[in-house]
T-cell receptor
Framework: DGGITQSPKYLFRKEGQNVTLSCEQNLNHDAMYWYRQDPGQGLRLIYYSQIVNDFQKGDIAEGYSVSREKKESFPLTVTSAQKNPTAFYLC??????????????FGQGTRLTVV | AQTVTQSQPEMSVQEAETVTLSCTYDTSESDYYLFWYKQPPSRQMILVIRQEAYKQQNATENRFSVNFQKAAKSFSLKISDSQLGDAAMYFCASENGQNFVFGPGTRLSVLP
């Protein structure tokens, strides 16, 4: 079955540590995205990538980094510079055709907690 | 910057009744899509309905329909014959050719 897989589902991080959240898709989508969701709030864009080896900062990129070495994979690293990393992280992908993204497909999310 | 606004943080509806969730957006794009996503307690994001801006006819998917007013930049979701399983967070979203912009969400409760 095609889809987006995020791992792990739950992640605990000590203060000062970097952690990497995995996102893999087998939908053959060109575009991939990372969003952050805080309790009771909407989704805020961290980074996005329209093609391999290229990515752009979203609205809240500070303290995060990404790579896009393969079409299928878009890992997110939460660095120690992120002051309040405890949140729910969602990865998504979409077909990007003629400059229009027709639908975002989401993974099941990773809940990151700083301990 | 593109924005999406949902003015109703919480809504409730009686089972089998109809409820309308509001959404307004701002975009400078000429062709774009608008979406309603549902997020149940599992937190999985599920696409409810999609509207392409150049299509004048309002989209419908079974009990879900939209009222798309392009000039007013309004995109409301109507849920008919509400069911207990409809209880969730609902997010309105638009796409700008680069990424998706989401509103803050409306929490819908369905009362038995």
């Amino acid at each position: 079955d095609g889809g987006i897989t995020q791992s792990p589902k739950y992640l605990f991080r000590k203060e000062g540590q970097n952690v990497t959240l995995s996102c893999e898709q087998n939908l053959n989508h060109d575009a991939m995205y990372w969003y952050r969701q805080d309790p009771g709030q909407g989704l805020r864009l961290i980074y996005y990538s329209q093609i391999v080896n290229d990515f752009q900062k979203g609205d809240i990129a500070e303290g995060y980094s990404v790579s896009r070495e393969k079409k299928e994979s878009f890992p997110l690293t939460v660095t120690s510079a992120q002051k309040n990393p405890t949140a729910f992280y969602l990865c998504a992908s979409s077909i990007a055709a003629a400059g229009v993204n027709t639908e975002a497909f989401f993974g099941q999310g990773t809940r990151l907690t700083v301990v | 910057a593109q924005t999406v606004t949902q003015s109703q943080p919480e809504m409730s509806v009686q089972e089998a009744e109809t409820v309308t969730l509001s959404c307004t957006y701002d975009t400078s794009e000429s062709d774009y899509y608008l979406f309603w996503y549902k997020q149940p307690p599992s937190r999985q994001m599920i696409l409810v309905i999609r509207q392409e801006a150049y299509k004048q006819q309002n989209a419908t998917e079974n009990r879900f329909s939209v009222n798309f007013q392009k000039a007013a930049k309004s995109f409301s979701l109507k849920i008919s014959d509400s069911q207990l399983g409809d209880a969730a967070m609902y997010f309105c979203a638009s796409e700008n050719g680069q990424n998706f912009v989401f509103g803050p969400g409306t929490r819908l409760s369905v009362l038995p």
